[in-house]
């Protein structure tokens, strides 16, 4: 499995090793070991962020989208379905039919004008927290980014294949997708994408920063009495 490029979890480190050295010069000993806890909270939960290419998708709670409504075989996928827009290059297709695992009746495909449209991407109306979608390709490597406001968040390559696996991203917000193949067909197919909305924002670094902040503005209170 190649090795997922960790953008953010690399600059929440910088930042957790920045806060953990003001707060051990400028803070008590309860209020250091309070602040330490919470990057460490904050750290474990930046290396949890993955996207992987497995048997099964999300669990618990999520929203599916089938591409079954609102399609038409050989149109363009673009804003018929709710609550995304795919890029130029994406259409939908009614060809794969129980071909593959996974992949019924209406699904989405890179190659309806011809073969085929790569990179291509699809942007949600909503930050996700999850996500997962059923996906067959040539086997080859494909790569997967995830970006939020345009700004890559994580990226992986991963060995696709006709098996319908999910490809599943956990442990970070986005709100785009996009996919670029590396293989001679860069052809794929994808359906049942499953889908978790964020329902509390991002574990902020910026709110760590700022229990720092008030701890020394409360140090320098307490010398200042």
Do not use: W
């Not at 953008?7 to 910088?14: I, N």
């Amino acid at each position: 499995m190649a090795r997922i490029v960790l953008l953010k979890a690399c600059v929440l480190r910088k930042l957790f090793v920045f806060i953990t050295l003001f707060v051990f010069i400028t803070l008590e000993n309860k209020m250091r070991i309070f602040i330490f806890l919470c990057g460490l909270l904050m750290f474990a939960s930046s290396a949890n962020a993955t996207i992987i290419y497995s048997a099964s998708g999300l669990s618990g709670t999520f929203d599916t989208e089938d591409f079954d409504t609102n399609a038409g075989h050989g149109t363009a996928a673009g804003s018929q379905f709710s609550g995304m827009t795919f890029s130029a290059g994406n259409y939908v297709s009614n060809s794969f039919n129980g071909t593959y695992p996974n992949m019924t009746n209406s699904v989405i495909d890179n190659f309806g004008a011809g073969c085929c449209n790569d990179p291509t991407s699809f942007l949600f109306d909503s930050r996700l927290s999850e996500l997962a979608f059923a996906f067959v390709s040539n086997t080859q490597a494909t790569v997967f980014s995830a970006y939020l406001g345009n700004a890559l968040v994580e990226s992986m390559s991963l060995n696709t294949n006709y098996s319908g696996n999910y490809v599943n991203f956990t442990g970070f917000l986005f709100d785009e997708i996009r996919i670029t193949s590396t293989g001679s067909n860069d052809a794929y197919i994808l359906d049942d994408m499953q889908i978790k909305i964020a329902a509390i924002p991002e574990p902020s670094s910026i709110a760590l920063f700022g229990l720092g902040l008030a701890g020394f503005m409360l140090q320098r209170k307490k010398k200042a009495s």
